[in-house]
C-alpha cells in the first residue's frame, strides 16, 4: 500500500502510453497529430516511472503465479462456460470487445481501478466517487445478466 | 534509479493482485454477483488505507494530491461503459496484465482490447472534449473541500469504516 501513497497510480494512462509509442514507431505523422495522444507520451518514451510500475504488474503476478503454482492456460472461465459454453473463439472475442470498453470507459473518465476506485477515492474526489458508483451499478446489473443471476430463482 | 523503484513497486502490487485473488474471472463476477466478498474486502482495505495514509501525508504537507476533473455527465457514461467491459471481461486494466501473466489467454485478449479502446478514445478525443466534457464541468472538487474541513477530519473515521467493514464481511463460503 506504500505504492498507493508514494504517487497516486494510473493503469490505464499507460495503455495510452504505449499506444502512443507504438503508433510513433509505425506512423510517426499519424501520433503527432493527435495532442491527446503526444500528451501522455510525452517525448514518446517509455522509460517512465510510471510505465515501469506497469511493466513491474506482469513480472509481480507473474511471478506470484509460480510461486503458488497457479499458472494456467486456462482459456474459458468457469462462469463463462456455464452460460456461454466452452468455445474458446466466443471467450476471445468477447474479451477483446471487453477491453475495449474497458479503456475506452477508463480513458473517457480519466481513469481505471487504480486510478480513481483506490487513489481517488482515496482522496475523496467527487469525480472518482461518481465514476465509482456508476462503474459498480453497472457492473453488477451487466454481471447478473450475463450470468444468468435473473430468471433462475 | 526511479524505473528501477517503480518496476519493484509494480511487481509488488502485480503479485499482491494475484495474491488476492483479483486476477480471477471468477472472484470478480461472483464479486459483481454480490457472492464473493474477497474482493470488496481487497478494495475496501486499499481505499481504509489510502484514505487515512494520503489525508495524514497530506497534513503534513507531504502527499502527491492529483484530484480528478469533475465533468458531470460524461463521468456517469465512462463509468457505465467501464463497468459493463469489467462485467464481461473479469478484468480491469491492471488485473488484465496480472492475469495475462498468469498465462490466462482471455486476458492476452482484453490487453489488446484495452489497447484498441484507448487508441480510439485517443483519436475521437477532440470531438468528444467539446461535446460531452464541457458539460457539467466543475474542476477538481473533493468532498472535504466542499464543506470546507480539512482532510484528515473525514477521512480518518471514513477509512476506519472501510477496514472495519474490510474486516466484517464474510469469508467466501462463509455466507452460501
Known amino acids: ?153 | 534509479m526511479k524505473l528501477l523503484l517503480g518496476l519493484v513497486l509494480g511487481a509488488v502490487f502485480g503479485a499482491a493482485l494475484q495474491l488476492s485473488g483479483a486476477s480471477s474471472h471468477t472472484k470478480i463476477t461472483n464479486a459483481l454477483r454480490l457472492k464473493d466478498m474477497t474482493i470488496m474486502k481487497v478494495i475496501l482495505t486499499a481505499i481504509g488505507v489510502g484514505l487515512i495514509g494520503v489525508h495524514l501525508l497530506d497534513a503534513l504537507g507531504l502527499a502527491h494530491m492529483k484530484v480528478k476533473d469533475l465533468y458531470l455527465p460524461g463521468m456517469v457514461v465512462a463509468g457505465a461503459i467501464f463497468g459493463v467491459g469489467f462485467a464481461v471481461t473479469g478484468y480491469c486494466p491492471g488485473t488484465a496484465l496480472a492475469a495475462a501473466a498468469e498465462g490466462k489467454p482471455d486476458a492476452w485478449a482484453t490487453v489488446f482490447g484495452g489497447l484498441l479502446g484507448a487508441l480510439v478514445f485517443a483519436f475521437m478525443f477532440p470531438d468528444l472534449e467539446t461535446v460531452l466534457m464541457a458539460l457539467g464541468q466543475y474542476g477538481p472538487v473533493t468532498i472535504h473541500e466542499s464543506f470546507g474541513m480539512p482532510g484528515v477530519m473525514l477521512a480518518v473515521p471514513l477509512g476506519a469504516l472501510c477496514l472495519w467493514l474490510a474486516v466484517r464481511l464474510p469469508d467466501p463460503g462463509g455466507a452460501r
Do not use: N
Open chain 1, 1 to 153: 500500500m506504500a505504492v498507493a501513497l508514494v504517487q497516486p497510480i494510473g493503469v490505464s494512462t499507460q495503455y495510452v502510453v504505449l499506444d502512443g509509442v507504438l503508433l510513433h514507431q509505425v506512423l510517426p505523422d499519424v501520433a503527432d497529430q493527435s495532442a491527446y495522444l503526444s500528451e501522455a507520451a510525452g517525448g514518446w518514451t517509455l522509460a517512465t516511472y510510471e510505465f515501469f510500475f506497469v511493466l513491474g504488474i506482469p513480472i509481480g503476478a507473474f511471478l506470484a503465479a509460480w510461486a503458488t503454482k497457479r499458472f494456467s492456460t486456462r482459456l474459458v472461465p468457469g462462469e463463462w462456460a456455464h452460460r456461454f459454453g466452452p468455445i474458446p473463439g466466443r471467450r476471445l472475442v468477447w474479451s477483446c470487445i471487453g477491453g475495449f470498453l474497458l479503456l475506452f470507459g477508463a480513458r473517457f473518465g480519466g481513469g481505471c481501478t487504480s486510478g480513481h476506485i483506490i487513489s481517488g477515492v482515496s482522496q475523496l474526489a467527487v469525480s472518482s466517487l461518481i465514476f465509482s458508483a456508476v462503474l459498480f451499478v453497472s457492473a453488477i446489473l451487466t454481471a447478473r445478466w450475463l450470468y444468468g443471476d435473473w430468471g433462475k430463482q
